[in-house]
């Protein structure tokens, strides 16, 4: 059996099989859960390879590009600066960022930037991949067009777009970019290993992403809306581009994050825990649960899948199911999930480098949940 490195609390001895048969049937190549409760930490196990060409070791500190999982970090930091009196969610857009209101913006609510249902799903111009490494060209272009659908009546998933969207506001309040405000308020006083903007000092820690198979990737297949098509073909989705330093140095708050399941299972134990991680405050509780506040609901425009959206996350009752109410989750492309559940105070995360075709997690993932699921039961 393939050897799983970390612990797991004896209660939950049984992930490390989970992961051991994943790593031994291929399903993965390398990958890293953790588990928390009431605020500690009881699984935090690693295995496999950070290379495709199996020659480099998954290690403790081996961190990879999580893709969307990043926009729970984005929602988290604008849920912090709400908290502390300088984000009102119901406000509009231009309240704080003015030149938003063009094109019939004026009326979008920061609540549906938060909740994929304001109507700017992808650009209505040409962007090259490059320009997404430009935060004033990226979300300049955004202020300037008019949305898809009318915002605050449909889902619609952002995603891209929303991390520039929610990140400007937190420019345009703080001063700072979103991913500085993560790394000062939020990942650097938890010790946390996560990046939204990753230094070249630690690239060589990072994971090589797989691919999913051909026709296996977000867009491909003969039918597609033409909101999905330009969701996924403007600019289009290169998985190579993660391996570059332009990439990972860039902020790109919706899909450029870098971490492990560690690193994402701890920072969110702040919600979970009603906003206190290791033995500090960082948001009040009732902040922690504006998260909760269902925003939308009904079939996401993009991928025509049912969706419930609170601020930021994704709520119990959509694609995912959990068994208890209050909770949220998040899924990034290829597989990583987050789940935080206030009502058992835990959270789960799941983070891998091979890459299957979903934005909401897979079966690699609900083996490690169905375990952590069966084990709280008792």
Same mark, same amino acid.
């Given at each position: 059996m393939a050897d799983?490195?970390?612990?797991?609390?004896?209660?939950?001895?049984a992930t490390k099989d989970v992961m051991a048969a994943s790593l031994e049937s291929g399903a993965d190549v390398g990958a890293s859960f953790c588990a928390t409760l009431n605020g500690e930490t009881v699984v935090d196990i690693w295995g496999g390879h950070a290379d495709a060409a199996k020659t480099k070791p998954w290690v403790k500190d081996t961190i990879v590009n999580v893709y969307s999982t990043t926009k729970t970090m984005t929602a988290l930091t604008a849920l912090l600066v709400a908290d502390r009196g300088e984000l009102d969610f119901d406000a509009p857009v231009a309240k704080y960022?003015?030149?938003?209101?063009? +094109?019939?913006?004026? !009326?979008?609510?920061?609540?549906?930037?938060?909740?994929?249902? !304001?109507?700017?799903s992808g650009w209505a111009e040409k962007i090259t991949k490059h320009e997404l490494y430009d935060w004033e060209k990226a979300t300049a272009m955004l202020a300037a067009q008019a949305p898809f659908w009318e915002p605050?009546?449909?889902?619609?998933?952002?995603?891209?777009?929303?991390?520039y969207l929610v990140g400007e506001v937190v420019r345009r309040i703080t001063g700072k970019s979103l991913g500085t405000v993560f790394r000062e308020e939020i990942a650097g006083p938890l010790g946390a290993d996560f990046w939204i903007g990753l230094p070249a000092s630690e690239d060589e820690?990072?994971?090589?992403?797989?691919?999913?198979?051909?026709?296996?990737?977000?867009?491909?297949? !003969?039918? @597609?809306?033409?909101?999905?098509?330009?969701m996924s073909t403007n600019p289009g989705i290169d998985v190579s581009e993660t391996k570059t330093?332009?990439?990972?140095?860039?902020?790109?708050?919706? !899909?450029?994050?870098?971490? +492990?399941?560690?690193?994402?299972?701890?920072?969110?134990?702040?919600?979970? +825990?009603?906003?206190?991680a290791k033995g500090k405050r960082f948001l009040s509780e009732a902040g922690c649960r504006k998260a909760l506040e269902l925003q939308i609901?009904?079939?996401?425009?993009? @991928?025509?899948?049912?969706?419930?959206?609170?601020?930021?996350?994704?709520?119990?009752?959509?694609?995912?199911?959990?068994? +208890?109410?209050n909770s949220m989750?998040?899924?990034?492309?290829?597989?990583?999930?987050?789940?935080i559940d206030m009502d058992a105070r835990t959270t789960f995360s799941y983070v891998m480098n091979k890459m299957q075709g979903t934005t909401t997690g897979d079966m690699r993932a609900f083996g490690y949940l169905g375990v952590m699921w069966e084990q709280l039961s008792k």
């Amino acid at each position: 059996m393939a050897d799983i490195h970390g612990f797991a609390d004896d209660k939950f001895a049984a992930t490390k099989d989970v992961m051991a048969a994943s790593l031994e049937s291929g399903a993965d190549v390398g990958a890293s859960f953790c588990a928390t409760l009431n605020g500690e930490t009881v699984v935090d196990i690693w295995g496999g390879h950070a290379d495709a060409a199996k020659t480099k070791p998954w290690v403790k500190d081996t961190i990879v590009n999580v893709y969307s999982t990043t926009k729970t970090m984005t929602a988290l930091t604008a849920l912090l600066v709400a908290d502390r009196g300088e984000l009102d969610f119901d406000a509009p857009v231009a309240k704080y960022w003015p030149e938003f209101a063009a +094109n019939g913006k004026a !009326a979008i609510k920061v609540s549906h930037l938060m909740s994929h249902s !304001a109507g700017l799903s992808g650009w209505a111009e040409k962007i090259t991949k490059h320009e997404l490494y430009d935060w004033e060209k990226a979300t300049a272009m955004l202020a300037a067009q008019a949305p898809f659908w009318e915002p605050g009546t449909a889902p619609g998933y952002h995603a891209l777009t929303q991390g520039y969207l929610v990140g400007e506001v937190v420019r345009r309040i703080t001063g700072k970019s979103l991913g500085t405000v993560f790394r000062e308020e939020i990942a650097g006083p938890l010790g946390a290993d996560f990046w939204i903007g990753l230094p070249a000092s630690e690239d060589e820690r990072v994971a090589e992403l797989i691919p999913p198979p051909p026709r296996g990737a977000i867009g491909d297949g !003969a039918e @597609m809306s033409e909101l999905l098509k330009n969701m996924s073909t403007n600019p289009g989705i290169d998985v190579s581009e993660t391996k570059t330093r332009a990439w990972r140095a860039a902020e790109i708050p919706a !899909a450029g994050g870098t971490g +492990n399941a560690r690193s994402v299972a701890e920072i969110h134990t702040i919600l979970a +825990n009603g906003g206190v991680a290791k033995g500090k405050r960082f948001l009040s509780e009732a902040g922690c649960r504006k998260a909760l506040e269902l925003q939308i609901e009904g079939t996401d425009k993009i @991928m025509n899948i049912p969706a419930r959206f609170g601020l930021g996350f994704g709520l119990a009752g959509g694609m995912v199911p959990l068994p +208890n109410p209050n909770s949220m989750f998040w899924g990034g492309y290829g597989g990583s999930v987050i789940i935080i559940d206030m009502d058992a105070r835990t959270t789960f995360s799941y983070v891998m480098n091979k890459m299957q075709g979903t934005t909401t997690g897979d079966m690699r993932a609900f083996g490690y949940l169905g375990v952590m699921w069966e084990q709280l039961s008792k």
